[in-house]
């Protein structure tokens, strides 16, 4: 799934709680806390081979380092900026790097002497020294574990469980959230009749399961269904009513029976229920749009990742519960149904009533992945090899959906000869939905997208093209990381999520090259850094049990950082096919099964060459089963270069500095070889601090990449954020930005210091807000003056442009306002026949949008867009109004979901907080509807992630994070364990935190 807002990286959320760092979850069930979660229930007897207790994994061996260096306060300097260096390297690829750059400074001097701003450069050009060109170091590892932990033996006696009472009054026979594993379904065979104009539909589930081991109990999921007539069949046996047990609370349906069911026996439930469509985001849920004469048309569709597949028909939703399915939905005439699978029948059944028959799945499959859609869409279609890629819109839109297509079948075909396994269905649907909260879902053989990840017209800008092709990149490649082999659990989402988000920055690079998809790449990986610096942050593969933890692995570790390390990996193994051949070997092994991240990591280090060192097993889960990453700091004395490793935690000040190691890749290059990528040395970074010795006359190249210098500008904030260096130094770096002209340095320094302005304007400190402005003027004024405002081919320049643009205006910068004045009033006189690039459009509305006279009419041209990625542009625009009275008729509008989408609030609310009008009464809007949000977004999803980040990332004060505080712990179940809650918290006391060193240096500086 993606589900982030295309549209900007800046508001991707993150948020993490503190979880057990290293477990990996297992096949066996939780422990339960029955104490507590159902001490008033009386016990029921009999134990099921299911119900024995296993504890969490949770103890590790730590090895610790060797010991610090002493240093003088010379070395001291220039250690300070090696850390930067050590930090600049942990976001780079070489994979990425150009072979030149613009940027060359003079050789540095081999050693820091003189402590000064002058040394700090020199220092930090040092770095580029000890790392000479490539010290790449991506992210780091640690290691020092095994990553297991002893897992205890099956107690003997297990302790005696207590069951909930279900709605019928009787004891329901299971207390877990997971499963028991005592059957297995093989198929499923659904029929579905939706009624869109009561909103409601009927459905029958036969379910064919195998017993795996004797039980006198199937128990299974199932949400909001009237269960009408239960049917069972064992064997070959009749037929025979059963009565269904239903426990709310955990979304489970039991039935009981009172001879043992013996393992080996495959048997049938029959299942028949009515439910209403839902009205929220998931499950099979219910939707509309306006066509172009103005008349309402409704639709129903399926979102069911993670948890919602229960919602539309019973069955076993956890991923590990493959089987076969067989789908027929019931329709009128008007309408046409997809499905995973092609059509294999259509059947009259009365006038007003078909019946449409889906081919059996070829494939076993997770329940997370069926979708069906009874809409009136329209397709265009291109074969590829054996399949057909189809992209469906609502019919206006259908000459909205050449690139989509165009773009499916390229990376179809990479993807089919670089997995060397062909896609596995015979078709491959691509659809828009007018109604839908994630970015877009990779549901097998028919993939979901919101319109604006899907489609775009032909005039639309690269930048908007660059978002159609990323998101279906990353969906393309779930068929295989995912689809085709699927985590057994979601404390491995990741495996699905890293890897997708990785293979759509590494597929675009090769198929569509002139997207130039590195800077999004590189910027996404700073946003996940940012967010795993925090102490709330988790483990890559962390333990899960609760829908609510289910939804938070939604986040930016298990995308970011999970696509960062695989970057790291595949720069760190020899030869560009070391890191392909292990995960095809992967692909093939675990081919249709499902499989934890051990599995990967011994799928690489198979195919290891034998002369190499590096044991990716080791390595790599020192990264996936523990939170944060280090800081490496670098020094060197004479010849020999002293590596030392700590955990990067922002929070740290007390007890919570961790004695975390990782196993870190180094890489770096000198003079005595050139940048061919075969001159790369290795160190790998194990313990605390490791030195290494290099030959006296080597001199260190003084290249720094573009990625380089955004890196060292995002490491010089973090460092300063945590205190290492002072906000002085910052300033210092940032001396050479006027000459500056690449996009990411740019767009990584603009995004970092508009922080520090959003920060001091919600804070009112005006004589700072003033001196801010100022200086981000005497930065990149002349740059922003120089940008152009007319149609713009690269997507790096026009990405360059959007930044700064939308910095000037929203600084109010005269020339800027102008331009973005005159660009609207020609839009909307042209009355449709001018279209205001691409890149421009936020810019432009959002200027608009601060003018009386022009809200209204931007207003009038939201009802009327066509295109979606517009759309919310103006949206985004309307929303960044300073007049109070419409922000709260947005808002309100936005909760409605008329004439704005529900779907849309994230979105508004961030453009809300951004602005010093709206941003108290967001925060006071979301208290107040607190229950409606978390009904229409699930407690702890991505939505609720954003809100929650938009709304409270500017707090600095005490006043502030005690109210934030204070609602967060009134929701109780409501949310009150969010890890979104508890991010926010550590957030705003670091932003107190920095307020109360820097508002002195600012004043002094600024
Ligand atoms: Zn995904």
């Not at 090696?82 to 930090?87: D, V, Y």
């Not at 978390?934 to 006043?959: D, L």
């Not at 502030?960 to 949310?975: A, T």
Request: charged share 20%; glycine share 4%.
């Amino acid at each position: 799934m993606d589900p982030f807002d295309s549209n900007s990286t800046g508001e991707r959320a993150n948020l993490p709680r503190n979880m057990i760092e290293n477990s990996m979850f297992e096949e066996e069930p939780d422990v339960v806390d029955l104490a507590k979660d159902s001490a008033a229930f009386p016990t029921f007897p009999a134990l099921d081979p299911d119900e024995v207790a296993y504890e969490p994994r949770s103890s590790r061996l730590l090895v610790r380092g060797l010991g610090e260096n002493d240093m003088d306060e010379d070395e001291e300097d220039c250690e300070s900026s090696a850390r930067l260096l050590g930090m600049s390297f942990m976001n780079r690829s070489s994979a990425h790097r150009s072979s030149s750059s613009p940027y060359t400074r003079q050789a540095p001097p081999r050693s820091c002497s003189r402590p000064s701003a002058r040394t700090m450069v020199v220092c930090v050009l040092f770095l580029v020294i000890v790392a000479s060109m490539t010290m790449v170091l991506y992210f780091l590892p640690g290691c020092t574990f095994t990553k297991t932990g002893c897992r205890k033996p099956n107690k003997t006696t297990p302790f005696e469980p207590v069951y909930p009472v279900s709605t019928n009054g009787e004891l329901f026979p299971w207390a877990q959230y997971r499963l028991p594993q005592s059957l297995h379904p093989l198929s499923y065979n659904i029929t579905l009749s939706p009624n869109l104009d009561s909103m409601t539909f009927t459905g029958c589930t036969v379910i064919t399961m195998i017993v795996q081991h004797n039980t006198k109990r199937i128990v299974l999921h199932s949400a909001g269904h009237n269960i009408t007539k239960a049917t069972f069949k064992l064997g070959e046996g009749e037929a025979r009513d059963v009565t269904v047990l239903e426990y709310k609370p955990k979304q489970q349906i039991a039935v009981k029976f009172s001879e043992e069911l013996k393992a080996g026996q495959t048997c049938v439930l029959t299942l028949d229920y009515s439910a209403n469509l839902s009205h929220t985001y998931d499950g099979f849920y219910n939707s509309s749009y306006t066509d172009k004469d103005g008349n309402k048309r409704v639709l129903a569709a399926t979102q069911f990742e993670p948890l919602s597949a229960r919602k539309a028909f019973p069955c076993f939703d956890e991923p590990a519960f493959k089987a076969t399915f067989l789908i027929k939905i019931k329709r009128k005439p008007a309408y046409m149904t997809l499905s995973n699978m092609p059509k294999a029948q259509t059947t009259k059944l009365s006038d007003d009533l078909f019946q449409d028959e889906f081919e059996k799945t070829s494939v076993n499959m997770s329940t997370y992945l069926v979708a069906f859609v009874v809409a009136d869409f329209t397709p265009i279609s291109k074969n590829v090899s054996e399949t057909l890629v189809s992209v469906y819109s609502v019919p206006e839109k259908k000459e909205h959906t050449d690139y989509a297509l165009d773009t499916a079948t390229k990376l179809l075909e990479f993807y089919n000869n670089f997995f060397e396994i062909t896609y596995p269905l015979k078709k491959l649907d691509l659809v828009a939905i007018p109604d839908f909260l994630a970015g877009a879902m990779e549901n097998w053989g028919l993939i979901t997208f919101r319109e604006t990840s899907l489609l775009v017209g032909k005039q639309s800008s690269t930048l908007e093209k660059q978002v159609v092709a990323s998101v279906i990149a990353h969906e393309l490649a779930h068929q295989w990381f995912g689809n085709l082999v699927t985590m057994s659990w979601w404390n491995d989402l990741w495996l699905n999520e890293g890897f997708a988000t990785y293979m759509q920055y590494m597929s675009l690079q090769t198929v569509l090259p002139k997207l130039d998809i590195g800077n999004l790449f590189l910027a996404v990986r700073f946003r996940a850094l940012d967010k795993d610096a925090l102490n709330s942050s988790h483990a890559v593969s962390t333990e899960v049990n609760t829908p609510e933890q289910v939804e938070e692995m939604f986040d930016s570790v298990s995308y970011e950082k999970g696509a960062s390390i695989l970057l790291m990996l595949n720069a760190s193994l020899p030869g560009d096919q070391q890191f392909r051949k292990g995960i095809m070997l992967y692909l093939k092994t675990f081919s249709g099964l499902n499989t934890d991240t051990d599995n990967l990591w011994n799928s690489l280090t198979q195919v290891e060459v034998p002369t190499q060192h590096l044991n990716v097993s080791k390595m790599m889960s020192s990264w996936t089963s523990q939170k944060g990453f280090p800081l490496v700091t670098v020094s060197r004395k004479g010849d020999e270069v002293t590596l030392t490793q700590e955990h990067f935690l922002l929070t740290s000040e007390n007890a919570t500095r961790t004695s975390s190691l990782w196993n870190i890749p180094v890489t770096y290059v000198n003079d005595s070889c050139s940048l061919d990528p075969r001159c790369r040395q290795l160190v790998t970074l194990e313990t605390k601090s490791e030195s290494f010795k290099l030959p006296e006359s080597v001199k260190w190249l003084n290249v720094l990449t573009h990625e380089d210098r955004a890196s060292l500008i995002h490491n010089i904030f973090a460092l300063s954020r945590l205190g290492r260096v002072s906000f002085q130094h910052v300033l210092n770096l940032l001396n050479y930005m006027p000459n500056e002209t690449e996009t990411s340095p740019v767009t990584e320094a603009l995004l970092q210091l508009n922080n520090i302005y959003q920060l001091l304007d919600k804070r009112q400190e005006q004589y700072l807000v003033a001196r801010m402005k100022n200086y981000i003027m005497s930065l990149f004024g002349s740059l922003m003056d120089n940008q152009t405002w007319t149609e713009e081919e690269s997507v790096s320049k026009q990405e360059l442009r959007s930044a700064l643009l939308e910095t000037a205006c929203g600084l109010k910068r005269i020339n800027c306002i102008k331009k973005a004045k005159a660009l609207f009033k020609q839009y909307v006189e042209s009355n449709g026949t001018f279209r205001i690039p691409g890149d421009l459009q936020q810019v432009v509305f959002s200027v608009a949008a601060q003018s009386d006279e022009d809200w209204p009419i931007l207003l009038n041209k939201y009802g009327h867009a066509t295109y979606d990625s517009e759309k919310r542009k103006m949206l985004r625009g309307l929303a960044s109004t300073q007049d109070v009275r419409r922000i709260v008729w947005i808002l309100k509008a936005g909760l409605k979901g008329d004439p704005i989408q529900t779907q849309e609030l994230p979105l508004v609310i961030s453009a809300i907080c951004n602005g010093f009008a709206g941003y108290l009464f967001a925060w006071d809007f979301i208290q107040e509807n607190w229950d409606s949000l978390i009904e229409k977004f699930h407690v702890g999803s991505f939505a609720i992630q954003t809100i929650v980040k938009s709304a409270t990332s500017q707090f600095s004060t005490k006043a502030h994070l005690d109210q934030v505080q204070g609602f967060f712990s009134s929701l109780k179940e409501r949310g009150s364990q969010m890890r979104s809650a508890r991010e926010a918290l550590e957030t705003i006391r670091l932003n107190q935190r920095w307020m109360d060193n820097n508002l002195p240096m600012l004043q002094r500086y600024l």
